[in-house]
Nanobody, 112 residues
Framework: EVRLVESGGGLVQPGGSLRLSCAASGFTFSLYSMSWVRQAPGKGLEWVSFINSGGGTTSYADSVKGRFTISRDNAKNTLYLQMNGLKPEDTAVYYC?????RGQGTQVTVSS
């Protein structure tokens, strides 16, 4: 059974940083690409970032490019999202995604 558990969210002031983690199990993590998506209050799901299985290829939504960095540790079956320069519009529940699965999400709130 695929299991994805996100953590690391919280309340941060504009301009601050957070590092999200996603612990994966139930599949061979190192063989698959992964993504981060988010859902802001009252809005639909928005794709944020992608990383291939080996970590050598990444891509980002224009809204986060230059501020967020996706990475992975295949030895630890863990996906990361380093978020710098956070803005109020980054407020959302963040999910890691594999195929059609995602975890319970972690809340990120950017507010002064």
């Amino acid at each position: 059974e695929v299991r994805l558990v996100e953590s690391g969210g919280g309340l941060v002031q504009p301009g601050g940083s957070l590092r999200l983690s996603c612990a994966a199990s139930g599949f061979t993590f190192s063989l698959y690409s992964m993504s981060w998506v988010r859902q802001a209050p009252g809005k639909g799901l928005e794709w944020v970032s992608f990383i291939n299985s080996g970590g050598g290829t990444t891509s980002y939504a224009d809204s986060v490019k230059g501020r967020f960095t996706i990475s992975r540790d295949n030895a630890k079956n863990t996906l990361y999202l380093q978020m710098n320069g956070l803005k109020p519009e980054d407020t959302a529940v963040y999910y890691c995604r594999f195929a059609n699965s995602r975890g319970q999400g972690t809340q990120v709130t950017v507010s002064s």
